[in-house]
């Protein structure tokens, strides 16, 4: 086991040298090259070559390269434009937001998705399948932020039974210890905290858990169709066992590897899902702050943004990897 | 009385309109204690019948037909619970390929245990005491730790061995074997029939055997029931069916074996055709097409099943073939080689 | 041994070992053919597809208004929330917040639509299939030199599949600034490598076959296998993904849009950007939202449609 953690994350490596050329090339591709991003359109030459020197801009590009290099193993992402702080110091305060409203969703469709998924396959072709089969056809084809508008439009501003921005109500005091609010409330004994906290996450999560739901429903499905027709199913069932058994560790066992892995590759759609979710309710994770830093054309933080992204992405591939290995002992043993 | 008799069961596939019968009217008794032997070419409703016998088949698009008396109770139309009691304990099967067979992401000893858990009730240690035991039992060497391996760590035999620990864990009155050997190696399908048998002869369990290899029939089965397009053409004790094969299908099956002793360039005798060039059963011998002797009567409605020589040899055919086949390495007596089974004593 | 008969060879082999691809990729595709006329999926979706096509090719000229005439300017005050957001005498869709026709936008839109959708599948097909195609090719012909070639492309497809989709799209348009080709081009980068992975894994698959051992056996080139018959039979899940991938162009293109990153000229109006230009006045005015919305959902669900029942239809696990 520990010595595929260590090949898994030696295998990281290149990956993410590879991903650090091309965010270095993209930095230096910029129109006019960061100072005039930094300086604006209308820099004098004069300028733009102080800034250049003070960049060491002027310098090899491999010099440049081993720097860029240096910096982002220091967690040094440079400075926000936008807001003059460390583009670091900007994601850790936003990110537990993200997390918080990315687990949720997650949560949302695996809990709603798996058991849909499951029945719709055992029920082919009844009107739950049929439901769960189109539901999650427009469920893919709703655009993220459509979806988000729709839902805040109708809950919140029509009916009043969510909020309709941020992540608590102004007037609510809570302490912050993870970063996570709802489970803050939970930590400190503000139990209101709680409460308010997770009727601000509600209709952000289900928004961002839309597309991560509709694939969930429709890989279960498949994957349930699948196993019901293998051999071991019909060995099971000739051994007489009770239903519950052939059912959950027979059929759903198997079923679910795939399923899992497919949890990892959304991770990427979800980060993406909240970008647009988080600016639709104002949720203050790291989403909102990339949407103004693309309005304001702030590369550090978007590049920054990418790399740590892609760190994230690949920590958690190599998560679902270790699950997976630990469900399916055929990956275990090469 | 018979411990499974089987009359005039049928299998129908498909929705109305577009129905095929995979079984028409298949009649055959297993006593206790007996090894019967269902033999035919893939497509002949033989393994059909096995489901059907276990209740395998889906329920949507298959109906079924006849009756299947299990001790006197008729399989085909018990209650699911009902059988779900019955598989298992009275009657179990062992399936055709060990690797498809068994669930691939659950121990071994978990698919042993779940099923002594199940019938005989046994929990935790003694079940897994019962299951190295059963393990044992099949010729498993080590069975403690081959309970915590996966199926993938096993090799076929080994794995047919374990799908065969798991059919006689509840010590079953019947045990369906469908093609137990023909997905493993010829020196392990000789090991694996020879437990078989083993486990037949100690425990007095009924064993119906499905296979299409004759080999297997030569060194198992007391009784044999030749299967042709869905329907038994003929039916005999092993000696008697092996000197003199009556039906012509039966017949060409016994000399389509490949003789050591021939002499050299002399031509292999195989049937010709396949199963698909065959006719309805209501207008003639399905067999015909194939057949070398057939005539205008065979074509003039479903033969029936006659006597026409020995008492108990059964066939279904207009003009029985009368010469016994030359067989000098295929002794109908014991179980030897065959250049076509690959049967080793 | 003149080319076509050793080609005729090669097909003969294919028909009689491929079990469940039955023969070349012509009669594969007849035979998805006629399981798709079948189908109500891929009929609905089809019937959507059409719909669309008609209406990108002719809906300029059918559309009563310009796009830009600020006809009803005066009936709209959006600084008092007075909206004209509900179907009304001569404007079927009520006015935008400039108080132009919304009907004849959503018509001239449709064509801007469709081609943002067409043009970055292309790029993302071509450019994929090209990376693809090199990659499971040298993969496929082996040796060490071909095994490290497919390492290194699908090691930098993986960087770029590790990175999300939409984050890509904004800094490839951030780095091109705001216009339609930036939008065609960021969606088509996303999708390269998907049409990458999938050709060569397809690829891969083929070249495993049964056929292609025999094919070797009887003497012919690897080479010529590649190019004769494992990538043509490679190319249908491309085809299916590329009807997926118009969905996703077009969701894709919408969410750029929203991000402020779509066509600014007013005169060539497309859906997303009309939807991310109606989110402002959402609370007011929302059908402002929901003509374009709802124009790009059943869009997009036309391909999926058809792009799901064509991956049934190809399956050869499916086919009865």
């Given amino acids: 086991m520990l010595r595929l953690v260590i090949r898994r994350l030696l295998q990281l490596i290149p990956t993410l040298l590879g991903l650090s050329v091309l965010l270095f090339l993209w930095l230096n591709r910029l129109p006019g090259g960061p100072a005039s991003a930094i300086l604006g359109e209308r820099a004098t030459e004069a300028d733009v070559a102080r800034i250049n020197r003070a960049l060491g801009l002027d310098q090899p590009v491999y010099v440049q390269y081993w720097r860029f290099l240096k910096r982002i193993a220091e967690l040094d992402l440079g400075t926000s434009t936008q807001t003059g702080q460390p583009v670091w110091d900007e994601f850790t305060l936003r990110f537990p937001a993200t997390v918080e409203l990315s687990i949720a969703a997650m949560i949302i469709a695996v809990v709603v998705g798996v058991p849909l998924g499951y029945l719709a396959a055992r029920k082919r072709g009844g009107w739950l399948d049929v439901a769960s089969v189109s539901g999650s056809l427009v469920g893919i084809c709703i655009p993220v932020f459509f979806l988000a508008m729709i839902l805040r439009g109708i809950f919140s501003v029509e009916l009043g039974i969510f909020p309709s921005y941020g992540r608590l109500s102004t007037g609510i005091d809570a302490t912050s210890v993870t970063g996570l609010a709802t489970l803050d409330g939970i930590l400190t004994g503000e139990f209101d905290a709680t409460w308010d906290a997770i009727m601000h996450l509600i209709l952000p999560a289900i928004t961002l858990a839309s597309i991560p739901l509709a694939v969930i429903v429709r890989m279960t499905r498949a994957s349930v169709l699948e196993v019901v027709g293998e051999d071991y199913i019909r060995t099971a069932v000739s051994k007489g066992l009770e239903q519950k058994v052939v059912r959950g560790r027979h059929i759903l066992r198997n079923a679910l590897l795939p399923v899992i892995t497919a949890i990892g590759l959304l991770t990427g759609s979800l980060l993406s899902g909240a970008v647009l979710t988080e600016s639709v309710f104002t949720f203050g994770g790291i989403g909102s702050f990339i949407r103004t830093a693309i309005d304001a054309r702030d590369y550090p933080v978007l590049v920054g943004f990418i790399m740590f992204i892609a760190m994230i992405y690949v920590l958690i591939n190599l998560l679902v990897d270790l699950a997976y290995s630990l469900i399916d002992p055929r990956v275990r043993v090469h | ?345 | 041994m003149t080319t076509s008969t050793k080609t005729a060879k090669i097909d003969r082999l294919a028909e009689l070992t491929a079990q469940n691809e039955t023969t070349s990729g012509a009669s594969l595709w007849r035979e998805a053919f006629r399981r798709l006329k079948t189908n109500k999926m891929a009929i609905i979706g089809a019937a959507i597809i059409a719909v669309f096509i008609v209406m990108a090719i002719v809906g300029p000229w059918l559309a009563p208004h310009s796009a830009t005439a600020l006809t009803w300017k005066s009936e709209v005050l959006v600084n008092q929330g007075k909206f004209v957001d509900s179907p009304r005498g001569g404007n079927w869709f009520g006015l935008d917040h400039l108080g132009r026709d919304t009907f004849s936008r959503f018509l001239i839109g449709a064509r801007q639509t469709l081609l943002v959708g067409v043009v970055s599948m292309l790029i993302g097909l071509i450019v994929g299939a090209v990376i693809g195609a090199a990659s499971g090719a040298a993969a496929t012909l082996g040796g060490r030199l071909g095994q490290k070639i497919d390492t290194v492309i699908m090691r930098v497809v993986d960087m770029m599949l590790a990175l999300p989709s939409l984050l890509l799209a904004v800094s490839i348009a951030a780095v091109m600034g705001q216009s339609l080709t930036t939008v065609m081009i960021a969606v088509g980068v996303v999708q390269i490598p998907i049409f990458a992975r999938l050709l060569r894994g397809s690829m891969l698959a083929q070249g495993s076959k049964d056929y292609v051992l025999a094919a070797q056996s009887l003497g012919i080139r690897k080479r010529r296998i590649v190019v004769t018959n494992i990538l043509p039979n490679s190319l249908s899940p491309v085809i299916v993904q590329a009807t997926l991938s118009l969905a996703t162009a077009i969701i894709e293109a919408a969410a750029l849009s929203y991000l402020g990153l779509g066509n600014p000229d007013p005169a060539v109006p497309e859906w997303g950007v009309m939807l991310s230009q109606a989110q402002r006045f959402f609370e007011h005015a929302p059908m402002m939202a929901v003509y374009p919305a709802v124009g790009i959902i059943i869009t997009a669900l036309g391909f999926t449609l058809l792009g799901e029942a064509m991956r049934e239809a190809l399956d050869p696990k499916l086919r009865g």
């Fill in chain 2, 1 to 345: 009385m018979a411990l499974l008799s089987v009359d005039e069961l049928t299998v129908t596939f498909g929705a109305r309109g577009r129905e095929s019968k995979a079984v028409d009217g298949v009649s055959f008794d297993v006593d206790q204690g007996q090894v019967v032997g269902l033999v035919g070419e893939s497509g002949c409703g033989k393994s059909v019948t096995s489901l059907a016998l276990m209740g395998l088949l889906p329920d949507k698009g298959v109906k079924l037909g006849g009756r299947a008396d299990f001790d006197g109770n008729n399989l085909l139309t018990m209650s699911r619970r009902e059988l779900r009691d019955m598989r298992g304990s009275q009657m179990a099967m062992i399936f055709q390929d060990p690797l498809s067979s068994l669930n691939p992401v659950v121990p071994i000893g978990i698919q042993v245990t779940e099923i002594l858990q199940r019938h005989r009730g046994l929990k935790g240690e003694a079940a897994r005491k019962e299951a190295a035991h059963l393990l044992d039992r099949v010729g498993i060497p080590d069975p403690a730790r081959r309970l915590k391996e996966y199926p993938h760590q096993l090799s076929g035999g080994m794995r047919q061995r374990a799908l065969i620990a798991m059919a006689v864990a509840c010590a079953p009155r019947l045990l369906i074997a469908d093609e137990p050997t023909t997905a493993l190696d010829v020196t392990i399908q000789a090991q694996i029939l020879e437990l078989l048998k083993e486990l037949v002869d100690e425990e007095g369990t009924a064993l119906l055997m499905i296979t299409h290899d004759l080999g297997v029939v030569a060194g198992l089965c007391d009784q044999v029931n030749v299967l042709y397009a869905g329907k038994v053409v003929e039916s005999a004790d092993r000696h008697e069916l092996f000197a003199h094969p009556m039906h012509p299908y039966a017949h060409g099956l016994l000399e389509s074996i490949p003789r050591l002793d021939a002499p050299r360039g002399e031509p292999l005798k195989p049937i010709r055709g396949s199963i698909n060039d065959r006719i309805a059963w209501a207008e003639g011998c399905a067999f015909a097409p194939r057949c070398d002797y057939y005539t205008m009567e065979c074509l003039t409605g479903t033969p029936a099943l006659t006597e026409p020589a020995a008492a108990g040899h059964q066939v279904r055919c207009v003009n029985p073939v009368r010469e016994p086949v030359e067989i000098a390495t295929l002794d109908a007596g014991d179980a030897t080689v065959t250049a076509h089974g690959g049967k080793n004593a």
